[in-house]
């Protein structure tokens, strides 16, 4: 079946840096993909989403761009804060048009 | 525009005892998803109504269940409950349009169940 993969957590890094999440999907035909980020106690929310290949989707300096050939959705950011502190979450939607996520990555940011 | 919201937002049960969760979506949208979130197996897919149908539903056993109503809320009720249902219950509103591609899902906040 469908499945999402995430680089394991937590990533950690000092504001200002460069934020790369790498994210992968295996998935018959070509689904949408999102990114969506959850912060502590709260629910999600979502951050970009593509819905065809070679697509970028973009938001609050966050971009990725959906690349069928590597089957990829790496999130990446140039500058992070330490308010982009949160757990991030990969999710392709798929033929029957439920979310599928991947397992979460946490981001934490030190000033 | 009023976001997608969740009640109870915490809930504590023992087990045998059964729990409602109530979920309102944004106004307008017709389709409602419910989600199981553990630190253990993450995100899930429970089931989704669109229009007052169950349209899709996942792998959890049959003590999970949900209607939705005219008005689009929808609510979940889980019966004999047991210690591994405790979890975040998230819900997803979405315009319901099948494989559209400006078709998001929008989520609650969540009700957080804890069985004792």
């Known amino acids: 079946g469908d499945s999402v993969t995430q680089m394991e957590g937590p990533v950690t890094l000092s504001e200002e840096a460069f934020l790369t999440i790498n994210c992968t999907y295996t998935?018959?035909?070509?689904?949408?993909l999102f990114w969506y980020v959850q912060y502590p106690g709260e629910g999600l929310q979502l951050l970009l989403k593509?819905?065809?290949?070679?697509d970028k989707g973009s938001n609050k300096g966050f971009e990725a761009t959906y690349r069928k050939e590597t089957t990829s959705f790496h999130l990446e950011k140039g500058s992070v804060q330490v308010s982009d502190s949160a757990v991030y979450f990969c999710?392709?939607?798929?033929?029957?048009?439920?979310?599928?996520f991947g397992t979460g990555t946490r981001l934490q940011v030190f000033p | 525009k009023a976001g997608v919201t969740q009640t109870p937002r915490y809930l504590i049960k023992t087990r045998g005892q059964q729990v409602t969760l109530s979920c309102s979506p944004i106004?307008?949208?017709?389709?409602v998803s419910w989600y199981q979130q553990t630190p253990g197996q993450g995100l899930q897919f429970l089931f989704e109504?669109?229009?007052?149908?169950?349209?899709n539903k996942g792998n959890f056993p049959g003590r999970f269940s949900g209607r939705q109503f005219s008005n689009s809320r929808s609510e979940m009720n889980v019966s004999t409950l047991e210690l591994g249902d405790s979890a975040l219950y998230l819900c997803?509103?979405?315009?319901?349009?099948?494989?559209?591609?400006?078709?998001?899902?929008?989520f609650g906040p969540g009700t957080r169940l804890t069985v004792l």
């Open positions: 997803a509103s979405s315009s319901g349009q099948l494989g559209g591609s400006t078709d998001t899902q929008y």
């Open positions: 998935a018959t035909g070509y689904p949408s």
């Open positions: 593509a819905t065809k290949a070679d």
């Open positions: 999710a392709l939607r798929d033929n029957t048009d439920k979310l599928i």
């Open positions: 106004s307008g949208h017709r389709s």
């Open positions: 109504y669109f229009s007052e149908t169950q349209r």
